[in-house]
């Protein structure tokens, strides 16, 4: 069970990850050559789709992250690794509450959505910094 539950992880911070990453670099520089109207269109319905795509990724890593400190990490002494899974895990939150306000279909939010590309390189770079972190603690 361990090493399937290991395997969703993984899958779904690639999914996450990787979905930021197209995003930032491949439709955000492209959505510049059309029109305001096509635009704003077509932003709307990426959101849309990435919205639900967001929220099982995060639902996911936290069912399976949770899987994991329970099974193979809640017993271990507190060293430098427990510091290092600490810091992921702000870092995932952190990623979780920038997706969740760039897709939560929510007024107040506007001022986040306006700055999407800025806010987005944000989450995209931390999640980057999650997967180092993460791929550090698999070799310890």
Do not use: N
Request: glycine fraction near 10%.
């Amino acid at each position: 069970m361990g090493t399937f539950v290991q395997w969703v992880h993984v899958t779904a911070a690639v999914v996450g990850v990787g979905g930021m990453g197209f995003l930032l670099v491949v439709l955000m520089p492209a959505l510049g050559v059309l029109p305001v109207q096509e635009r704003d269109a077509l932003v709307q319905r990426v959101v849309r789709r990435f919205r639900w795509v967001s929220w099982a990724v995060i639902s996911l890593l936290l069912a399976s992250g949770v899987y994991s400190a329970r099974q193979y990490s809640w017993e271990a002494t507190w060293d430098g690794s427990w510091l290092f899974l600490t810091i992921k895990i702000v870092l995932a939150f952190a990623v979780f509450g920038i997706s969740l306000a760039l897709t939560v279909p929510l007024g107040f939010l506007e001022r986040v959505r306006k700055r999407r590309k800025f806010w987005v390189g944000i989450a995209f770079g931390l999640g980057v910094a999650v997967i180092y972190i993460s791929a550090y603690l698999r070799r310890g």
